[in-house]
């Protein structure tokens, strides 16, 4: 009866390996902007639950920077806008499984995501910080020492916290951004990492007792298309270098972040903009 149940786990082990294999050899099609054209319906990975980036609305709609931006795009192209809602593990697989046709989804631009995802050209800059209540005294990376310290797992946050914390700090990674901010503010852990518009929501749900403490990292987000993606990654460079000379990202910026629109780098070490 054991030999026979192992039998089976092997089975279906080897039968698991193969579908992998197949999904390692066969990536998604490549998607160009004339068959985005002829379907009439550009599909796009946002975030869900992290305003002002992406979130959804009381009445279902999707909503914030990321959306507009999106929703741009998609009447460059001259087709309707479909949005998928993400979660921040799911944004990549979403992405090379051929689910989603792009990510304007708080993408940061890092080298070792580069790797598996064609950036654009940045369009919104972003920081990532550490939150704490106002009382507690965090000055330097040491000052985190013993701290319980959340996070979304899988973010820049995640990367930034797990690099400059000492190794006496608990980090506790949640499934998202809002989870992350919930832990905060509920008690679950004493300080959070995340990016400089969480403490909008911070404040929001706990008036007055949190503040930033800590900087780790300047960032840049660009949009994502699949590697080798020649076509879309230029028609989407493009189309970023219109919406900054025409000033489209200057409206989306006042209305979102309320601060000017700042010069963005033409070069990032390790992420190349444009497809190979």
Known sequence: MFKSMLTRRNAMLGVAAVVAAIGLANPAAAVTP??????????????????????????????????????????????????????????????????????FATMAMLPERAKAVQFSKPYVANAIVLIAPKSMSVKTNDDMANLSIGVAKGAAQDTQVTKNAPQSATIRRFDGDAPSV?????????????????????????????????????????????????EINASINAFI????????????????MKVPVPEFPASLEGIPFTAN
Do not use: H
């Open 34 to 103: 004339e068959e985005i054209k002829a379907k009439g319906k550009l599909v796009v990975g946002i975030q869900g639950d992290n305003p002002p980036w992406g979130f959804v609305t009381s009445g279902g709609k999707q909503d914030g920077l990321d959306a507009d931006i999106a929703t741009l795009y998609a009447k460059e192209l001259g087709v309707s806008v479909e949005f998928v809602p993400l979660e921040v593990n799911n944004r990549i697989p979403a992405l090379t499984t051929g689910r989603v046709d792009v990510l």
């Open 182 to 230: 919930q832990a905060l503010v509920s008690g679950q852990v004493q300080a959070l990492g995340g990016n400089i518009f969480y403490m909008d929501r911070v404040e929001k749900a706990r008036p007055g007792e949190f503040e930033n403490k800590l900087e780790f990292q300047k960032l840049y987000n660009g949009a994502c298309t699949r590697l080798g993606e020649k």
């Open 241 to 256: 270098d219109k919406i900054k000379a025409n000033g489209e990202l200057k409206k989306i910026y006042d209305k979102w």
